[in-house]
């Protein structure tokens, strides 16, 4: 199962909008409505950020967001702050092997 | 308050075998589905294997399937990874990951470990 597909790195100016996309397959992004969104600081486990394409877990905050549309699914931040900078994934369920990880994003704060 | 605790990794030799476990609180852990996920040091994350709450379904990723299984204690909280004929590209950081419904990976894991490394070196 191939990874989906991330760009490597991303930035934007506090209080801009940024947009992460995550690229896959209509066996996973495109075939299900479970594509989650995770952020990582740099020694810190993962954290859930967004689950079945456009749910936010209580606590996180209304900035992000997700959608999807056809094989790629996006992240939005909006209103960037510098707790922001760290990296993202995207994972998608799929039929063949239960789960996938996208290659992450790194997001620097300018 | 949910705490997963990893343990079980180390150094080892290729070839060798390790025993990972995480032991769960703060959630009833026979009502969710549970999965591994790695990462080796400076890339991204992969995931490794994950099993539904009661212990009957085990899904695994191609690059781990055989020489990998994944299996729980409900009765225990308990989480476990054995890892057999490792390899360098085994290195990383083990995750256990508590998924937000009864099935494998589908809703997004909602709380994670802090991590057990494992180093596959001679």
């Known amino acids: 199962q191939s990874a989906l597909t991330q760009p490597a790195s991303v930035s934007g100016s506090p209080g801009q909008s940024i947009t992460i996309s995550c690229t896959g397959t209509?066996?996973?992004?495109?075939?299900?409505?479970?594509v989650s969104w995770y952020q990582q600081h740099p020694g810190k486990a993962p954290e859930l950020m967004i689950y079945?394409?456009?749910n936010r877990p209580s606590g996180v905050s209304n900035r992000f967001s997700g959608s999807k549309s056809g094989n790629t699914a996006s992240l939005t931040i909006s209103g960037l702050q510098a707790e922001d900078e760290a990296d993202y994934y995207c994972?998608?369920?799929?039929?063949?092997?239960?789960?996938?990880f996208g290659g992450g994003t790194k997001l620097t704060v300018l | 308050e949910v705490q997963l605790l990893e343990s079980g990794g180390g150094l080892v030799q290729p070839g060798g075998s390790l025993r990972l476990s995480c032991a769960a609180s703060?959630?009833?852990?026979?009502?969710?589905?549970m999965s591994w996920v790695r990462q080796p040091p400076g890339k991204g994350l992969e995931w490794v294997s994950g099993?539904?709450?009661?212990?009957?379904?085990?899904y695994y990723a191609d690059s781990v399937k055989g020489r990998f299984t994944i299996s729980r204690d409900n009765s225990k909280s308990t989480l476990f990874l054995q890892v057999n004929s490792l390899r360098a590209e085994d290195t990383a950081v083990y995750y256990c990951?508590?998924?937000?419904?009864?099935?494998?990976?589908?809703?997004?894991?909602?709380?994670w470990g802090q991590g057990t490394l494992v180093t596959v070196s001679s």
């Open positions: 703060g959630f009833t852990f026979s009502s969710h589905g």
């Open positions: 099993i539904g709450a009661s212990g009957y379904s085990k």
């Open positions: 079945e394409v456009t």
């Open positions: 209509s066996s996973d992004v495109g075939g299900f409505d479970y």
């Open positions: 994972s998608s369920y799929t039929s063949s092997t239960s789960l996938v």
């Open positions: 990951a508590k998924d937000r419904a009864a099935i494998v990976g589908a809703r997004g894991y909602d709380y």
